[in-house]
T-cell receptor, first 110, second 116 residues
Framework: ELKVEQNPLFLSMQEGKNYTIYCNYSTTSDRLYWYRQDPGKSLESLFV?????AVKQEGRLMASLDTKARLSTLHITAAVHDLSATYFC??????????FGQGTRLTINP | DAGVIQSPRHEVTEMGQEVTLRCKPI?????LFWYRQTMMRGLELLIYFNNNVPIDDSGMPEDRFSAKMPNASFSTLKIQPSEPRDSAVYFCASSPQGQTMNTEAFFGQGTRLTVV
């Protein structure tokens, strides 16, 4: 059974700082996704990572994938308040099923 | 496109009542997914459809839950009878080719269900 674990689950940081969220998964997969969720809102797709060594960047967020280590990271550079949200990684199991991590609640303080 | 549309946004019902959640996927998307989100269990896939046909319902918690997709533009998730432990946010999502290759699922706004 595929298990997906994120850490940390809660993260409070100051604006301007850098930090990394980790996503570990237990079995081989060919796709990993990062989503953002604002309080009371839906999930917004951020990145799709398909291959070992894949790196994608959008603004202050950068995601990477190491399929050998079964690890993905979401790196935040020079955080700003607007990035406060809950971030989920999700790993594909089989053709269609996504298994989500617990989510990381990120709070960025001025 | 308006995105995935779910209704109602909020539902409060009494234990034992029937609850029906509705979803309109993005036009042209072949796959539709129903997820449930709770604090305790996080996000769980309940069931998904391909071209209106249920493909995997292994995530449906028990027989009280049922889902249908009578046509490409409409799906329902029904709970009967509802129980307090069914309280959660239910998300519908759709995808143009399933979650394969470079595609991702687009989520609706969710229905917050409270069973009292």
């Amino acid at each position: 059974e595929l298990k997906v674990e994120q850490n940390p689950l809660f993260l409070s940081m100051q604006e301007g700082k850098n930090y990394t969220i980790y996503c570990n998964y237990s079995t081989t997969s060919d796709r990993l996704y990062w989503y953002r969720q604002d309080p009371g809102k839906s999930l917004e797709s951020l990145f799709v990572l398909l291959s070992n060594g894949a790196v994608k960047q959008e603004g202050r967020l950068m995601a990477s994938l190491d399929t050998k280590a079964r690890l993905s990271t979401l790196h935040i550079t020079a955080a700003v308040h607007d990035l406060s949200a809950t971030y989920f990684c999700a790993v594909a199991q089989g053709a269609q099923k996504l298994v989500f991590g617990q989510g990381t609640r990120l709070t960025i303080n001025p | 496109d308006a995105g995935v549309i779910q209704s109602p946004r909020h539902e409060v019902t009494e234990m034992g009542q029937e609850v029906t959640l509705r979803c309109k996927p993005i036009s042209g998307h072949d796959y539709l997914f129903w997820y449930r989100q709770t604090m305790m269990r996080g996000l769980e896939l309940l069931i998904y459809f391909n071209n209106n046909v249920p493909i995997d319902d292994s995530g449906m918690p028990e027989d009280r839950f049922s889902a249908k997709m009578p046509n490409a533009s409409f799906s329902t998730l029904k709970i009967q009878p509802s129980e307090p432990r069914d309280s959660a946010v239910y998300f519908c999502a759709s995808s143009p080719q399933g979650q394969t290759m470079n595609t991702e699922a687009f989520f609706g706004q969710g229905t917050r269900l409270t069973v009292v």
